[in-house]
């Protein structure tokens, strides 16, 4: 696949998160599997994996000439990604935590960043049987065995002043998002575990906005923001930054943000001006 257009490269990656998912699928159904703590105390197990191992193996077999940058691989220093006009980035298994406590909201991911901006962006649902896929400047979509069809974010009757629905985690205490929302609005929370099924669901019009607090990859972003802007939502950082890929040492995102309906005044929606982010350097 040398002379690989991006329909081919989309194609590649919905066969590979599919796949992959069915693999995971079925150990999560055994509940045979290992957890271990890395050495930032985040889980993984042994699903994880061997997802991927599914996924870069795939990849390296159909893509040789495009690197990979995944969240269990070792990873290349700044010097050597610099070079890379494009690679694929991974994460197998995002939600593992949901994993393990067999929540059910876990996902593959699996983004083609080019130029340093997601183009292609693939995240599986493995027990929802879904799979959200987008390539830059053809659309949102969303496959399911009954279905295909294009997806957009949800558009408020009234953007100033319509109940805005907030995918909160499971796992987070409510307050500390909700504490950074304007009073003044009014919300309704749908607990979701995985931050790429909470983008997901902001994607498809389920949710309006979902804000991240605490550490995460550049795997946790790449595919979920390039579905999320083709459905006409957003992806930032939490002060309003763009996020940025491949661009420093670090690999960690800041908190950020991801926006639906962009009629919104979001920055007065999320009072973030006064929390120090730890986690942008």
């Known amino acids: 696949m040398s002379e690989d257009t991006h329909e081919d490269l989309l194609e590649l990656a919905k066969a590979v998160a599919i796949e992959a998912g069915e693999a995971i699928l079925t150990v999560y159904d055994k509940g ?7 050495e930032d105390d985040s889980p993984v197990t042994s699903a994880d994996y061997l997802a ?15 690197p990979i940058l995944s969240e269990e691989n070792k990873h290349a220093s700044l010097e050597e990604r610099k070079t890379w006009e494009r690679y694929w980035l ?3 298994i995002d939600g593992t935590q949901e994993f393990i406590a ?10 083609l960043i080019e130029n340093n901006q997601p183009s292609i962006g ?49 796992r987070q205490s409510r307050e500390k998002v909700l504490n950074r929302m304007c009073a003044k609005r009014v919300y309704q929370t749908l607990p979701l575990g995985s931050c790429s099924l ?8 389920k ?9 995460t990859g550049e795997w946790d972003t ?25 661009q420093r040492h670090s690999l960690e995102n800041p908190d950020f943000i991801i926006m639906g309906d962009q009629r919104v005044a979001w920055q007065d929606v999320i009072q973030y001006n006064d929390f120090v982010n730890p986690h942008t350097h």
């Open 32 to 38: 045979d599997f290992d957890a271990y703590q890395k």
């Open 52 to 66: 991927n191992d599914i996924i870069t193996q795939r990849l390296s077999e159909a893509t040789p000439h495009i």
């Open 90 to 92: 991974i994460d197998p």
């Open 102 to 111: 067999r929540s059910g909201d876990f996902a593959v991911n699996i983004a």
């Open 122 to 170: 693939v995240i599986f649902w493995p027990p929802g049987q879904s799979l959200y896929y987008a390539q830059k400047g053809k659309g949102a979509f969303k496959a399911c065995p009954d279905e295909d069809k294009q997806i957009s974010v949800r558009k408020l009757d009234d953007p100033k002043n319509s109940v805005v629905m907030i995918a909160i985690s499971r």
């Open 198 to 205: 909470k983008a997901c669901f902001i994607a498809e019009g």
């Open 207 to 215: 949710a309006d906005v979902f804000m991240r607090i605490g550490v």
């Open 222 to 246: 790449g595919a979920a923001q390039c579905i999320v802007s083709e459905a006409g939502g957003a992806i930032a950082a939490a002060n309003f930054e763009p996020l940025t890929y491949n």
